[in-house]
């Protein structure tokens, strides 16, 4: 008799097989968990569980906030409001050895208010800023290094797709999770920005100094940057004060971003219906996904396989927090080797967090070392999507150039994810002081 | 900005209708059915807004706006999916099948894609019992009394056409075993 754990097991090892021969991770979750449910509880809780799963995963109101902040992201990617503002933060800081660089981290962090996603903000930065920094003769590994980095500021900044499932599997407050996400991102702007200066200190032709924009043209400049600066104030200050539930902000921010491209004429017709387009296809694909994980874990918590990767991961860590993070920090950085950040959230939370709350760790601390973890992910090889997609978008540099761009910025994450795990305070400060906690 | 899902890029090598009658048919209908869920985002933008500004100008906030939402998701999800599967936007990673031959490789999907037609066929099967499950017993939303069994329907014909999207690319696949 196979026990119900080795069933869980090899229902885990056929997923990822699957996964890796081409099959999108969705339907190999839902194909996996329908076919255990079936061997662990019979074919009617099987294929009732096939029936009512996808209705009640999709009837959440927590996700709502997921489509909202998606189309925002993209009417501000279709307006060209980010590559304005990045026009304005180069003419203030520009000028700097290394100056460009900056621009970049800087601008992802702010337009890290306007869009959760990193692959996103990367992409819009990427294909914005490579001629221009070609022109003031940067290298294109410190320039797609950066930016490619700098993508995850985006998912650190609220809103964040990550800390929305995050939230919603776990039923803590996605509100508290935004502004918890703020400190640790400015943290790491702050270490890019380090990261950028030691690195033109040790090859100045990495990033030489730009031409210094007059005073006049500064402030020109200046007042295009002023949207970004309204939605931040609007999601994060709502939040944070109160004002608005995390939809409540998706939805303001939407419609604002939406107001001003329209009387400003940066979006068209055929661009608001990319927009839209674009909107759906993440929707649909973040909406599948959850699907698909809710049937698999569904499936791995009938076996049993949840309680024991999490007893076991908690004897090893003997009861120490620290070690557990780092545990939880190494296991994530291993599958994010291979999968994509959502999925790996999707498949480890509900195991990794229960076991990290019953050793007293506060949740939103866990999140963020979590989500940390999960972004760092994205940029390591060989399967680091972020880098792919940067250098999809750019296509005359070479996958490695890119991954090597990024290795400087790695460490500054994995210094940064020291930091969070060994001061809580960095994540949990700013959230004590949120209104009506 | 289809960089968005990097796995759309790294099946580049995988074959793309050029667009016969029929193919243009069956994504403009598609796309068309991707827009129709896309009004549900603006519905739903609007009426928070109008929420929120109702609630802190007038006292007057809009009743059972939760429920509306979250019924909103039901075709915001399952009827943006079926376009996504058509433009490869569902998260795949084909690690080790882009290192196989060629042959090897087209012949496993063509493989992994009946297995996954047929799983769609399955769910909508079990989704259609469960709607006339739901529409019989009468449940209803508690604020608005919204029924539900029109959104599991939603459901069951989100999970119905991406069953047709799957054998629409099923078909690419098998077509493109004749350029071997």
């Known amino acids: 008799m196979v026990s119900l754990v080795a069933i869980g097991l090899l229902g885990l090892v056929i997923c990822f097989l699957l996964i890796f021969l081409g099959m999108p991770v969705y339907v190999a979750f839902t194909g996996v968990g329908f076919v255990g449910l079936w061997m662990v509880r019979g074919l009617k809780a099987a294929l009732g569980s096939l029936g009512s799963i996808p209705y009640s995963t999709a009837c959440n109101y927590t996700w709502s906030v997921i489509p909202l902040f998606v189309w925002m992201g993209y009417i501000v990617f279709y307006s060209n409001i980010a590559e304005e503002f990045f026009g304005g933060v180069r003419r203030w800081i520009g000028h700097a050895r290394g100056g460009l660089a900056y621009a970049a981290v800087v601008g992802n962090a702010i337009f890290g208010a306007c869009c959760g996603n990193p692959i996103a903000s990367a992409v819009t930065f990427a294909s914005m800023c490579l001629q221009e920094m070609r022109r003031y003769g940067y290298k294109d590994r410190l320039t797609l290094g950066a930016v490619a980095s700098a993508g995850l500021l985006a998912a650190l900044i609220p809103p964040s797709m990550p800390f929305i499932i995050y939230g919603a599997l776990t039923e803590t407050s996605i509100g508290k999770l935004f502004i918890a996400g703020v400190v640790p991102g400015l943290v790491l702007t702050a270490l890019y920005v380090i990261t950028v200066y030691i690195w033109c200190l040790k090859d100045p032709q990495v990033g030489p100094p730009g031409s210094r924009a007059t005073w006049g043209e500064r402030l020109r400049a200046g007042a295009g940057m002023w949207t970004i600066v309204i939605v931040m104030l609007v999601i994060i200050g709502g939040i944070f004060a109160g004002v608005f539930t995390p939809t409540e902000a998706g939805a303001a921010g939407a419609a604002i971003v939406l107001l001003i491209s329209l009387i400003r004429r940066k979006l068209g017709w055929i661009n608001f219906k990319k927009s839209l387009v674009e909107t759906g296809l993440n929707t649909g694909m973040v909406g599948m996904l959850l699907v698909g994980t809710m049937l698999f874990n569904t499936f791995l918590v009938a076996t049993g396989l949840s309680k024991v990767i999490s007893k076991v991961v908690v004897g090893i860590s003997q009861g120490n927090t620290i070690i557990f993070m780092f545990i939880s920090v190494i296991i994530l950085l291993f599958m994010g080797m291979f999968l994509d950040a959502i999925p790996i959230l999707l498949l480890t939370i509900p195991i990794l967090h229960p076991a990290a709350v019953s050793l007293g760790i506060d949740p939103l601390h866990y999140s963020i070392v979590v989500n940390i973890t999960l972004l760092l992910g994205t940029l390591t090889p060989p399967f680091g999507i972020v880098v792919y997609a940067v250098q999809n978008s750019v296509k005359d540099v070479g996958l490695v150039e890119v991954f090597k761009g990024t290795y400087p910025f790695i460490i500054a994450g994995l210094l940064l994810q020291v930091l969070v795990i060994l001061f809580p305070a960095l994540s949990t400060w700013l959230p004590s002081l949120m209104a009506g906690k | ?180």
């Open chain 2, 1 to 180: 900005m289809t960089e968005e899902n990097p796995s759309v890029q790294m099946n580049e090598k995988q074959p793309q209708s050029k667009g016969g009658g029929f193919g243009r048919c069956i994504r403009g209908s598609f796309l068309g059915i991707h827009y129709f869920s896309g009004l549900f985002v603006i519905l739903m933008t609007f009426i928070t807004v109008i929420h929120a500004l109702g609630r802190y100008l007038f006292n007057r906030p809009v009743p059972g706006l939760v429920e509306m939402c979250t019924f909103m998701l039901v075709p915001i999800i399952f009827l943006a999916a079926p376009y996504t599967e058509l433009k490869k936007g569902h998260t795949a990673i084909p690690l080790v099948l882009d290192r196989l031959p060629r042959k090897v490789r087209t012949a496993s999907e063509i493989l992994m894609y009946i297995l996954y037609f047929f799983l769609m066929v399955f769910t909508t099967w079990q989704s259609l019992i469960r709607a006339k499950f739901i529409q019989k017993a009468g449940y209803v939303s508690s604020v608005l009394s919204i029924p539900h069994y029109p959104f599991i329907y939603v459901v069951v014909v989100g999970w119905l056409l991406l069953a047709v999207a799957v054998l629409f690319r099923l078909g690419e696949y098998i077509k493109s075993i004749k350029e071997w």
